[in-house]
């Protein structure tokens, strides 16, 4: 079992010995426990209220490296072909405090039909797709958020 208490950002020196695949709800909790790409079990117990982020590496207790990546999941994506429009949806959005994946006249979100309603009533187009989600940090977070 590897144990993991430290955080070394998008840099590694060494060689990753294993990977662990998470989901954005995962990527958001401080202690989990997991399985690595190798089969081997892997405990984080890591400082809550800052995301891992996608491609980050973790060094366990015994010296070995670990890289977060993203698991695949559904998303809907929703798009349209005017700032105004986009605008629009992201402050009704923002507005109910849900997590979004924002791009250039697109975004990503969990499927919900309620939200889903509403984003074809303001006008934007719609599919829903398996995705790695990378949801924006809040405001207030610290570091604010990374792109890869």
Known sequence: MLEVYERLGDHCHGV???????SHEQRDRGRLKLTGENGEEVRLFLERGKPLQVGEYLKTTCGKYVQVEGAVEPVTYAACDDWHTFARACYH????HVKLQVGDRWLRMQPDHVLEEMLELLGLSLTHEEAIFVPESGAYSNGGHHHH
Do not use: K, M
């Open 16 to 22: 990753v010995y294993t990977t662990v695949v998470l």
């Open 93 to 96: 959005l923002g507005n109910r």
